[in-house]
């Protein structure tokens, strides 16, 4: 069996009216690990698992998941998906819902009430299992949707912007369930467009933008990629320093300087120009880049003449529609 | 199996839920308690569970006139109105948002994304509307049965014909209404749309029945005129009241004595009147090509006429609510004809036709409703 669940080739898909929303890409997810599809809204990042679940027909390309062809329905046994905006029947109660989903992938009665209680457990909502789900709240809703994606135990779940809409203490609760799982060794595929809730959790990342992958790799990989040291100061350097370090090759802001290397002996003549002129030099530390770092370099390599995202706001892309 | 089953049960809970269902099934509940509360004694009928009551001879316990009143009130007013109608208007709106929800980006992730098929999901929840319309008719024809048991001392199951003569009338309307729902995804459109095709399908199956009836009357008159015509010959009698004709002498006294009342005058005279009814059967013919392809929901559920037992006899129920109810008997020559003419309409399509070509009509629609399911990208 191949090592990859997933092992796309050139997946295009063209909307009609020519809205081109995926213009080949090629993924592979390795077993095992949590893997994020990062993008703006619009990138392509739904319609991906919405070919991957049958819900739409990619226009080209090739791929297989959990080793068979993608669009083949016996595989969708064996995957778990919480869909993005997802619209679970208001009149089932909590456990109504994961039950449903069992019923629907075929699992056993026996197997569906164990499974259906820790999964309850799993996602702390045995209290309120039997509430109905217009009564829940929207991280209510997300942890239920979280426990139906896993009932028939998959070997691949999808969660699509599983985040969307839950306030701050159920995007904290969402992490700490993801790592849960990630412990259990399940392989995750997450679309979203909030770095934050990726960062902590994934494995490897997928940078998608206007249909089109950016990057991708292990996340610990691409972020070491362009390491720097930051040496931070307290005091104003003068303006003919501030020349000569940029000669150099550091950039020097506010209280702050950077030096775009991997080697700790660059950074030296750093700290010695600093001494030399009397500044009291506050911390010298490695930098990696963050996610956020990581994908506004994949972006503006990829949209040189794109407007910079506000920072702290979630990604927007402008000119694709919402997919 | 199970995942089908699943779906199957989610329809049913989905219609369940909804408010209107248990208003459908009050209403039908509280129309057929009003019809159980009617009763007989020995001396008259009583209503509301004795709070009225009125002496009759006729329409009281053991009478023949009591049993067809008891029935007809069933087959005449309330299946009539209440459940070709109303009730199946009702079904209508509980069953028509359950496509385009299962059409809903949220919805579909859920259940389209499962190893069940498409045309599997579509099947289940077909069949699902169709299980709750059984249910509801169902619980009300039970009442009606246990009513008549009750207030006329035997049972009629006759009136079961029922349950599956409304299944039908809802599947030839639910299926159109399926296509334009995948199709559209938009509730109301799919609502509106539909009861336009049933106004259409009415409309035409309303002019169909009476230009029948029309150019069957004209060609019974005409017929009857010439018989009249061929009797009197003989006695030299012109009848056509044409423009110089005269009568024989002696011969007036005697049409007076043989035919006390000479028929009427024609309504328009001969070559006039056969071109009307040309021109009348060309237009009959293109309803009728118009109708055959419509399905036939007020044809449908007259089978039911054929088909209930009244006094033990199959077909009691023919026959208008006042004239089965009076055992009308008008004036003979006037009777001939309009019980000929009567009978000709109402046999005008068998119920094979009808059914047949609705049933049809029905499968062409549920086939496009779930090729567009199958294929429709979400």
Same mark, same amino acid.
């Given at each position: ?20 929303? =995926? ?106 299992? +039997? ?18 994606? $896993? ?7 999808? $969660? ?12 904290? +609760? ?20 909030? =770095? ?24 610990? +990989? ?33 209280? =702050? ?57 979630? $990604? ?8 | ?44 009928? *009583? ?12 329409? #009281? ?31 209508? %709106?509980?069953?028509?948002? %359950? ?18 098929? #498409?045309? !599997? ?21 039970? &009442? ?41 995804? *938009? ?22 029945? @009476? ?10 008159? !005409? ?7 061929? *009797?009197? !010959? ?37 070559? @006039? ?19 055959? &392809?419509?399905? !036939? ?8 006429? #054929?088909? &209930?037992?009244? @006094? ?12 089965? %109810? ?8 006037? @009777? ?11 046999? #005008? ?5 009808? %059914? ?15 090729? &567009? ?6």
């Amino acid at each position: 069996m191949s090592d990859f669940v997933l092992d796309l080739s050139g997946i295009r898909k063209t909307y009609r009216g020519g809205v081109e929303a =995926l213009k080949g890409i090629d993924l592979q997810v390795p077993r095992g690990c949590v893997y994020g599809l990062l993008g703006p809204n619009g990138a392509g990042k739904s319609t991906m698992i919405k070919i991957l679940t049958t819900l739409i027909r990619r226009t080209g390309g090739e791929g297989t998941m959990l080793g068979k062809p993608i669009g083949d329905r016996s595989v969708l046994q064996n995957i778990g998906l919480l869909p993005e905006h997802a619209q679970f029947p208001d009149y089932l109660t909590g456990r109504q819902v994961i039950e449903f989903t069992a019923g629907l992938q075929d699992v056993s009665s026996l197997e569906c009430k164990t499974r259906t209680d820790s999964l309850l457990d799993l996602v702390q909502m045995t209290d309120d299992q +039997d509430r109905k789900m217009k009564g829940y709240s929207k991280g209510m809703k997300q942890r239920i949707g979280i426990a139906q994606a $896993l009932v028939n135990d998959p070997d691949i779940v999808f $969660l699509d912007e599983p985040t969307d809409g839950v306030d701050p203490a159920g995007r904290r +609760d969402f992490r700490v369930l993801m790592k849960k799982l990630r412990e259990e060794g399940r392989t995750i595929f997450i679309n979203t467009h909030i =770095l934050s809730e990726l960062e902590p959790i994934v494995d490897r990342v997928a940078i998608i933008s206007h249909g089109q992958l950016l990057g991708e790799g292990v996340l610990d +990989d691409l972020r070491s990629s362009k390491p720097s040291y930051q040496v931070e100061f307290e005091g104003r350097l003068a303006p003919a320093r501030i020349q000569a370090m940029s000669e150099q090759g550091f950039t020097v802001e506010s209280g =702050l300087i950077t030096a775009a290397t991997s080697r700790p002996g660059d950074v030296q003549s750093v700290i010695d120009q600093l001494r030399q002129d009397g500044i009291v030099i506050v911390r010298v530390e490695r930098h990696t880049q963050s996610l956020e770092d990581l994908f506004m370099g994949f972006f503006d390599q990829a949209n040189p003449s794109a407007p910079p995202p506000i920072p702290g706001a979630p $990604l927007q892309s402008p000119a694709i529609p919402q997919s | 199996m199970k995942p089908y089953l699943t779906i199957l049960l989610d329809s049913f809970r989905m219609l369940k839920a909804r408010t209107i269902f248990w208003v459908t099934l009050a209403i039908s509940l509280f129309v057929a308690l009003v019809h159980l509360s009617m009763g007989f004694d020995e001396t008259g009928t *009583s209503l509301f569970f004795g709070l009225s009551h009125f002496e009759s001879d006729m329409f #009281r316990e053991g009478t023949s006139q009591s049993e067809t009143l008891y029935v007809s009130i069933f087959t005449k007013l309330i299946a009539e109105y209440w459940l070709s109608w109303i009730a199946v208007l009702l079904a209508l %709106i509980s069953c028509v948002s %359950i496509f385009p929800e299962a059409l809903k980006e949220g919805t579909a992730g859920m259940e389209l994304t499962k190893k069940l098929s #498409r045309l !599997k999901v579509f099947a289940a929840k077909f069949v699902g509307s169709l299980l709750f319309v059984t249910i509801q008719v169902l619980a009300f024809v039970l &009442i009606v049965f246990l009513a008549l048991r009750w207030r006329l001392g035997s049972w009629n199951p006759s009136i079961f014909w029922y349950v599956p003569l409304i299944l039908l009338v809802f599947t030839y309307l639910y299926s159109f209404m399926i296509v334009i729902a995948v199709k559209t995804r *938009s509730v109301m459109t799919a609502l509106v749309l539909t009861l336009v095709l049933w106004a259409i399908s009415s409309v035409i199956g309303f002019f169909e029945g @009476n230009l029948y009836t029309m150019i069957q009357t004209l060609e019974m008159s !005409k017929k009857f005129e010439a018989e009249a015509r061929e *009797s009197a !010959k003989p006695l030299g009698v012109d009848l056509e009241g044409e423009e110089g004709g005269q009568i024989e002498e002696g011969a007036e006294d005697q049409v007076k004595v043989d035919d006390p009342e000479p028929l009427e005058e024609p309504f328009v005279d001969r070559d @006039n009147g056969d071109a009307g009814i040309l021109s009348m059967k060309l237009w009959y013919q293109r309803l009728l090509a118009a109708y055959a &392809i419509f399905p !036939k929901t007020g044809r449908t559920m007259e089978i039911a006429d #054929r088909l &209930i037992v009244v @006094n033990g006899e199959k077909g009691g129920a023919k026959g208008s609510f006042m004239s089965i %109810i009076m055992g009308f008997e008008e004036e003979e020559d006037q @009777n001939d004809m309009f019980i000929e003419v009567s009978e000709k309409a109402a046999d #005008r399509h068998s119920g094979t036709y009808a %059914i047949g070509t609705s049933v049809l009509f029905s499968l062409v629609m549920l086939v496009w409703a779930g090729w &567009i399911f199958c294929r429709k990208e979400i």
